[in-house]
Every structure is written in structure tokens, then in C-alpha cells.
């Protein structure tokens, strides 16, 4: 089945205490990228990557890390969370072609708690 | 910068309706609009895809339409049921692949 996985689902943690968001997709997509959710702000984009190795800040970079050194893999970390990046995030991949992208897929998320 | 708005941001209605959901957007240099649905607290599940070149995308009792130079696109439901009550999500995607999305219509569909 062609599918984004996230993991964890849930996540509760410690201000301060490193942590990393898996994301895995198995339709051999160029395109990934990292969303988070809050109430009245919508889904707001975290940072993308065009392909392996290409990675780049999207409109809420600050606090997060990422990297793509296989196409399947764009984990999303966290050196030092905070209780602002309390949040329910995304992870979504795409097929990336002339330059377009045709449809995105979507993980089934990841609501993470920072105390 | 391409802002997009949803409308209404709720509704309410009785099983067997159709309706109109309504999402609109300011910069008509789109590459594609996509319609999502979202269950409360759960993913985002994509409905419907409309290329910029295209004006109209079907799937089952769904039907999008997309107008670029009005910057309009809306999401038609055809004999609306129960399990439709979900949140419906309007994104259109920029150069870079990034999705704008619109704040969302949560639909409730009365039995």
C-alpha cells in the first residue's frame, strides 16, 4: 500500500530533551516536507526537500532540523524542545515532475506534548 | 503572498443535501489546487487534485471546480451523509511544492 508513515503517533517529552520524528514513504516521491497544526494557525510548512541531499526552511523553520539522505527518509528533529512546539505534526511526500507537484500525500501524524 | 480563505467555516445540514463548500485565493500563479479531508485528530486524507490546466476534477459524489483568473475554486458534494462530517481542507501548491492552506469548513451532516 502506498502510504506515509510517521512515528510516533504520540509523543510526550521534556523541555530540552532531544527528540526525532520519523517519516518514511514508499512511492519513490522526490518531494517531501513537514507540517504542523495549531488551533486558529492552520497547517503552516515546517521545511521541504526537493530530492536527496536538497532541503530548505519553509515558513516556521525555527527550532526544527532536518536532513534526506535516502529519497524514502526526511526525519524531523528537535535539539531542544520547547512547549511552543506543542503541536500535531504532518509529514507529506509528492511526485515532483517539470517542475510541478502532482498531489501529496499525508502521514497520519504526530501529536507531540513538550513539558 | 498567496493567502487562502474558506467559506463558510462551518456547516451544518441535513442528510440527502448537496452543498457547496467555497475556497478562494489571492495569487492566480497556482501550479494545482487539492482538496483534503481531515477526521478530528487524524491525517489529511487528499480528495481531489485539479491541475492548474484543468478546470474540474470528479470522484464519486465529490466534484471540484477550479477558476484561476477569479481565483475560485469550490468542492461540490453530492447527497451528503453522515460519514462526510469531517473538516474539508482547500490548498493550492507554489513553485517551490509548498501547500497554502485555507483554515478549513467542518461540515456536520445530521441523520
Known amino acids: 500500500e502506498a502510504q506515509v508513515t510517521q512515528n510516533p503517533r504520540y509523543l510526550i517529552t521534556v523541555t530540552g530533551k532531544k527528540l526525532t520524528v520519523t517519516c518514511s514513504q514508499n512511492?519513490?516521491?522526490?518531494?517531501m516536507s513537514w507540517y504542523r497544526q495549531d488551533p486558529g494557525l492552520g497547517l503552516r510548512q515546517i521545511y521541504y526537500s526537493m530530492n536527496v541531499e536538497v532541503t530548505d526552511k519553509g515558513d516556521v523553520p525555527e527550532g526544527y532540523k532536518v536532513s534526506r539522505k535516502e529519497k524514502r527518509n526526511f526525519p524531523l528533529i528537535l535539539e531542544s524542545p520547547s512547549p511552543n512546539q506543542t503541536s500535531l505534526y504532518f509529514c507529506a511526500s509528492s511526485f515532483r515532475g517539470r517542475g510541478e507537484n502532482y498531489g501529496y500525500t499525508f502521514g497520519s501524524g504526530t501529536r507531540l506534548t513538550v513539558v | 503572498k498567496q493567502e487562502v480563505t474558506q467559506i463558510p467555516a462551518a456547516l451544518s445540514v441535513p442528510e440527502g443535501e448537496n452543498l457547496v463548500l467555497n475556497c478562494s485565493f489571492t495569487?492566480?500563479?497556482?501550479?494545482?489546487l487539492q482538496w483534503f479531508r481531515q477526521d478530528p485528530g487524524k491525517g489529511l486524507t487528499s480528495l481531489l487534485l485539479?491541475?492548474?490546466?484543468?478546470r474540474e476534477q470528479t470522484s464519486g459524489r465529490l466534484n471540484a471546480s477550479l477558476d484561476k483568473s477569479s481565483g475560485r475554486s469550490t468542492l461540490y458534494i453530492a447527497a451528503s451523509q453522515p460519514g462526510d462530517s469531517a473538516t474539508y481542507l482547500c490548498a493550492v501548491s507554489s513553485n517551490t511544492g509548498k501547500l497554502i492552506f485555507g483554515q478549513g469548513t467542518t461540515l456536520q451532516v445530521k441523520p
Open positions: 485539479i491541475q492548474s490546466s484543468q
Open positions: 512511492m519513490n516521491h522526490e518531494y
Open positions: 495569487d492566480s500563479a497556482i501550479y494545482n
